[in-house]
């Protein structure tokens, strides 16, 4: 794991926030400060590869630019790039690079943990097993998502006040030169439009 920023002290609970950022939204922002009612901080992390989907427009390291913009202000959050691009992968960067080592959640929204739940990871039971190394905080998104009952100990609901945003409706704005500076930071609009072509 690199860090780009670090956040001061040693979390006893770390919130993680793993995405794409394709772009930055005001949704992802959002959501790291609820989920900072739940944690101590909140660590961005933008992973060298995907397991499912490539980097496609603006590189790893502008990407990178966009969030130190984003995050200039924020005391409480990180941000890094890890190896692995699994949930689980990141779990394990993060234990080994915070000591001592805090509690984990990922923070997503309702598509992303069902993505997680039904990704097949090549054996059965394989995600009972990495829900015991990290925990979910799931915030809504065109519904509630509502977990096996297995597994409501390890995954919560998570309220966040803001509506979601989603990054492909801002590339599609831009690309259509439709009003888009309202759905994302206002710290990024002048990174967004440099790096998203003339459109954006």
Same mark, same amino acid.
């Given at each position: 794991m690199e860090f780009t920023r670090r956040a001061e002290g040693a979390p006893r609970k770390l919130g993680?926030?793993?995405?794409?950022?394709?772009?930055?939204?005001?949704?992802?922002?959002?959501?790291?400060?609820?989920? /900072?009612? !739940?944690? %101590?901080?909140? =660590?961005?992390?933008?992973?060298?590869a995907f397991p499912h989907k490539s980097y496609e427009g603006p590189s790893l390291a502008e990407r990178l630019t966009i969030l130190e913009a984003v995050l200039r202000d924020e005391p409480r959050c990180s /941000?890094? !790039?890890? %190896?692995?691009? =699994?949930f689980i992968d990141?779990?394990?960067e993060c234990r080994a690079a915070y000591t001592p080592a805090p509690e984990l959640y990922f923070l997503c929204?309702?598509?992303?943990?069902?993505r997680i739940l039904h990704w097949d990871y090549g054996r059965a039971g394989a995600i009972l097993e990495q829900l015991r190394e990290f925990q979910l905080l799931v915030a809504r998104r065109e519904?509630?998502?509502?977990?096996?009952?297995?597994?409501?100990?390890?995954?919560?609901?998570?309220?966040?006040?803001?509506?979601?945003v989603s990054a492909t409706d801002v590339r599609h704005r831009i690309r259509a030169g439709q009003p888009w500076e309202h759905l994302v930071p206002e710290a990024s609009i002048p990174l967004v439009r440099q790096f998203y072509g003339p459109g954006g």
């Amino acid at each position: 794991m690199e860090f780009t920023r670090r956040a001061e002290g040693a979390p006893r609970k770390l919130g993680i926030l793993a995405g794409t950022f394709h772009p930055p939204t005001r949704a992802h922002v959002a959501l790291a400060h609820a989920g /900072l009612g !739940v944690v %101590e901080e909140v =660590l961005f992390v933008l992973p060298r590869a995907f397991p499912h989907k490539s980097y496609e427009g603006p590189s790893l390291a502008e990407r990178l630019t966009i969030l130190e913009a984003v995050l200039r202000d924020e005391p409480r959050c990180s /941000l890094a !790039v890890t %190896e692995g691009g =699994l949930f689980i992968d990141i779990a394990r960067e993060c234990r080994a690079a915070y000591t001592p080592a805090p509690e984990l959640y990922f923070l997503c929204g309702r598509d992303a943990a069902e993505r997680i739940l039904h990704w097949d990871y090549g054996r059965a039971g394989a995600i009972l097993e990495q829900l015991r190394e990290f925990q979910l905080l799931v915030a809504r998104r065109e519904g509630e998502f509502q977990p096996p009952p297995e597994l409501r100990d390890r995954i919560h609901p998570l309220p966040m006040e803001e509506d979601w945003v989603s990054a492909t409706d801002v590339r599609h704005r831009i690309r259509a030169g439709q009003p888009w500076e309202h759905l994302v930071p206002e710290a990024s609009i002048p990174l967004v439009r440099q790096f998203y072509g003339p459109g954006g």
